[in-house]
């Protein structure tokens, strides 16, 4: 062991390591077919919009990547029979790119958790278990911050996100599309009745998220 190697280093090559492990999951689950990190996301994607599909411009500002990354992305997809392309309804001269059957069948067990991996987790205590919850969404948030990722769809990006509205309670917080209190252990990281708050809300969430969280848990750093 390095005694000088620092702790975000470790934990980011913890990070890499289970990243690893998650990519060959993907890549078998796929059919064996290689997909980048990118086009898995693709799939994800739009597995999670309705089925008309979404435009290539509305791909690359949801990953936040450019729009020829977006389009080298879909042409890998499309080679490997995964999408297609079809015609845009509401405008002729555009294009939508939709899932195939193949490719949904791909998303969907691609996306599906492997069951050794959530026995890790779930092998963790369980105040350990909202640690890591409460770290993660707090490095997705940095890294959304720094355009590294796109908005995810998480409770502290959303406008449904009522934070602390009973400061003490087990379940502080509140969520306005469902009508209902919740603690850290419901927060979610990929919601789909998720609605973007403006980012100065975002933001706050974020500060009182992490605020409150110490004061019942023993911080986070
Ligand atoms: S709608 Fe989903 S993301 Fe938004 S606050 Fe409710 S549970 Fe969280």
Known sequence: MNPGESIPARIAAGLNRISLLLRHHQWHEAGGQALTPTQAQILALLAAYPP???RLTEIARLLAVTPPTASDAVAALEAKKLVRKAADRGDSRAV???LT???????????????????????LPPALQEHLLAALMAMIRSLQQQG???????????SFFEPDRDPGAPEPHFCHFVGAPFGLRSFRI?????????AGAQQANQYVLIASYPASKGGIP
């Open 101 to 123: 059957a193949q490719g949904r069948r791909a998303a969907r067990a691609a996306s599906q958790w492997p069951d050794y991996l959530l026995s890790a987790v779930g092998s």
């Open 148 to 158: 590294r990722i796109p908005v995810a769809r998480m409770c502290v990006n959303c």
């Open 96 to 98: 939508r790119i939709r």
């Open 190 to 198: 990929d919601c789909p009745d998720f609605r973007p708050a403006s």
């Open 52 to 54: 008309a599909g979404l």
